[in-house]
Structure formats: C-alpha cells, structure tokens
C-alpha cells in the first residue's frame, strides 16, 4: 500500500537555527512529492513540490527539499528558520492517478 | 481572486442525524477533493471529482458517505446516519486539471454527539 511517514512529529528550534524535516514515501512507479504548510488559523497550503527534473527542488519562503530516489526520501530544509515558520508541516506524495497520500504532519514551533 | 470556500465552518450534529457539507471551489478549477483530516492526522481522501463526475471515490469510508457535484462547480459531501467516529475536519479542495496544484479551503469541523 502507499503511504508516507513523516518521523519527527514534534519540532521545536530557535529561531536562525536549521530545519530539516523527514519524509519517506512507500511507492511503485511514478512519484509526484509535495510539502504542504498549515500556519496558524490558516489553509493548507502547497510549499513546494517535486514532478521530475532537478530533484533538489527550492519552494517559497526559503524552503527546499531534496528528491532522494534510492532512499525513497523528500526531506524539507531550510537554513534559517523564523518565528513565523512555525506551522504545521504535511508531505505528500502521489502516483499516477495524481491523487495525494499524506502524513501526519510534523508541528514545528519556532521560538524567537 | 476568491479562494476555496466551504460551509458551515462548524457543524455539530447527534449521532444518527444526516449533515451535508458544501464546498464551492476556485472558479474556471475543474477538479475537485474532499479530505477528512483527525486530530493528529494528515488529510485522508474521500473522493475526486473531475468535473460533473466522481472519477475515484474509493477514499469514502462506507456508503454512509456521499458526495455530488450536479453542475461541475460547487459539491455536496452528505454523510447520512453520522457516527461519533465520523467527527473530524472536513477538507475540500480544487485544482485547474486534475494534475495541478491543490488549493485547500478552511474545512468544516464536524462534531457528531
């Protein structure tokens, strides 16, 4: 079955600190990889994602995440991270049918 | 331009009752999900419209569940004989063609009593 796990449920830094999120993925065939962000109060929202190509993929606000096929991985970072970086955290992944399986988030705090 | 928009925010219902959630997707999109996300989860997939048709629907958990989208634009998720089990953030969301970018609405927290 597909399925994405995302190992660090909890995340707490200060702030300038680097960030790097796992995220590994169980799929045959084709991958489509995305990072989806959830601030405070607000909607999910794409951060970055990865269809083919150069598999180091740079997002907004900073992010990018690398496409690691032999490791099955989609691993999020960022150098320098800010108070307003703290959100919730899903990656995705999906096959042909373009359709996402999610993880169960990571929550990161940021403290300033 | 407006985004994805869908009511109520909040939904309480007793276990038993029939509930329907609307959502209305970004206008000229297409293709359009409905996700169940729980506490401590990611979002889980009900179902797929492209278009007027459902073009997956094997995320709805039981034939409780039920989702209609008559004239390709705004849809229906109707849960009937909702379960406590049932309770959880609702979310919709639309894309320009079934391949794009998901653009995610509020949700509709749902709590069955």
């Known amino acids: 079955a597909q399925s994405v796990s995302q190992h660090n449920h909890h995340v707490i830094l200060s702030e300038a600190a680097s960030l790097e999120l796992g995220c590994n993925y169980s799929y045959g065939g084709t991958v489509n990889l995305f990072w989806y962000v959830q601030y405070p109060g607000q909607h999910l929202q794409l951060l970055l994602k990865?269809?083919?190509?150069?598999?180091l993929v740079k997002g907004i606000k900073g992010f990018e995440a690398e496409f690691i096929k032999s490791k099955f991985s989609f691993n999020l970072r960022k150098p320098s991270v800010q108070w307003s970086d703290t959100a919730e955290y899903f990656c995705a992944a999906s096959g042909g049918s373009y359709i996402p399986t999610f993880g169960r988030g990571t929550s990161l705090i940021v403290h300033p | 331009g407006a985004g994805v928009s869908q009511t109520p925010s909040n939904k309480v219902t007793e276990k038993g009752k029939y509930v329907e959630l609307r959502c209305d997707p970004i206008?000229?999109?297409?293709?359009l999900y409905w996700y169940r996300q729980s506490l401590g989860q990611g979002p889980e997939f009900l179902i797929y419209f492209q278009g007027t048709g459902a073009a997956d629907d094997s995320g709805l958990p039981n034939d409780r569940f039920f989702a209609v989208r008559p004239e390709g634009s705004v849809s229906t998720l109707k849960i009937q004989r909702t379960e406590r089990g049932d309770s959880a953030v609702y979310l919709c969301a639309s894309s320009f063609t079934g391949s794009g970018e998901q653009y995610f609405g509020p949700g509709t927290r749902l709590t069955v009593t």
């Open positions: 990865y269809f083919s190509g150069d598999p």
């Open positions: 206008s000229g999109h297409t293709a």
